[in-house]
């Protein structure tokens, strides 16, 4: 079974940093493109960045230049680094893994991130 713990969140200052990361165990890591979702409160899951397994990213407009997304294959852990956070970004971050090989979709149990003074 693949199972995908987050860690990292909290509570930070407007401009602060914060780096997320997401540990998947269970299968072959390389075999999926990570992603990193976030949800506030009354509005819907939107994706903020995602990374294949060769490395390639996109990103949501209002994060590119702030957000980084890596992975080290290695160690089966993905990561967001988060910088010159701002009060919207506040939400709760989930990690998805799905998988190039069948049709199946992952998440952790999502990570609290609330930016505020």
């Known amino acids: 079974q693949v199972q995908l713990v987050e860690s990292g969140g909290g509570l930070v200052q407007p401009g602060g940093s914060l780096r997320l990361s997401c540990a998947v165990s269970?299968?072959?890591?390389?075999?999926?493109?990570m992603g990193w979702y976030r949800q506030a409160p009354g509005k819907q899951r939107e994706l903020v960045a995602a990374?294949?397994?060769?490395?390639?990213?996109n990103y949501l407009d209002s994060v590119k230049g702030r957000f980084t997304i890596s992975r080290d294959n290695a160690k089966n852990t993905g990561y967001l680094q988060m910088n010159r956070l701002k009060p919207e970004d506040t939400a709760v971050y989930y990690c998805?893994?799905?998988?190039?090989?069948?049709?199946?979709?992952?998440w952790g149990q999502g990570t609290q991130v609330t930016v505020s003074t």
């Open positions: 998805n893994a799905k998988s190039i090989v069948v049709d199946k979709n992952y």
């Open positions: 269970g299968s072959i890591f390389r075999l999926y493109t």
């Open positions: 990374i294949t397994s060769g490395g390639s990213a």
